[in-house]
């Protein structure tokens, strides 16, 4: 309810910044829509208030990550992390504040519950860790990046389908169980 109160209130405020900006603009051919007469300036300013407005209030929510889940928070930490695995490794480099990252998270939980015991999973907020994105190249996020034996096998940028990851990791443990 209070998500609404607030949407609704930026966008009363948009509308009576453009009523003004309508009526003191004084557009001198008439052609201005946002400064042509107060009417057609409340109309402008309610429609960029709510797009404002819902494109702040319209994030997904932020899910819990899963136990299995591991973090690194530095490049020592990531590189033992790297060194010491003979499973495959998927890597989230992700943000608190991003929205695509928020939706790819329960599928990083399922591939964690999945592929549990077979392969690592590990998460890295850029924001905690910006010296990993940059020694990464992570110019984009979500980033998922895939290693085996500590080198990089495949990378995917953006959301993509549960099957993506999940077909990149199964190839990877099939291959380490071939003799």
């Given at each position: 309810m209070t998500k609404i109160l607030m949407i609704s209130g930026i966008i009363i405020v948009g509308a009576i910044i453009g009523g003004v900006t309508g009526y003191y603009g004084k557009?001198?051919?008439?052609?201005c829509p946002l400064t042509s007469t107060p009417w057609g300036g409340a109309i402008w300013g309610a429609l960029l208030a709510s797009?404002?407005?819902?494109t702040l209030f319209n994030k997904p929510p932020k899910v819990p990550d899963s136990p299995s889940i591991e973090k690194a928070t530095s490049a020592t930490e990531f590189a033992t992390l790297l060194s010491e695995s003979q499973q495959p490794i998927l890597?989230?480099?992700?943000?608190d504040w991003c929205g695509p990252c928020r939706n790819l998270s329960p599928?990083?939980?399922k591939l964690s519950e999945e592929?549990?015991?077979?392969a690592k999973i590990i998460k890295i907020n850029i924001d905690n860790a910006s010296e990993?994105?940059?020694k990464y190249q992570v110019n984009s996020i979500p980033c998922v990046i895939v290693f085996n034996k500590g080198k990089e096998t495949d990378r995917f940028v953006g959301i993509r389908?549960?099957?993506?990851?999940?077909n990149v990791?199964?190839?990877l443990i099939e291959t380490e169980k071939k003799p």
């Open positions: 557009c001198s051919t008439g052609q797009i404002i407005a819902l890597v989230d480099f992700y943000a599928l990083i939980n592929f549990s015991g077979q990993l994105a940059q389908l549960y099957q993506d990851y999940s990791l199964k190839k």
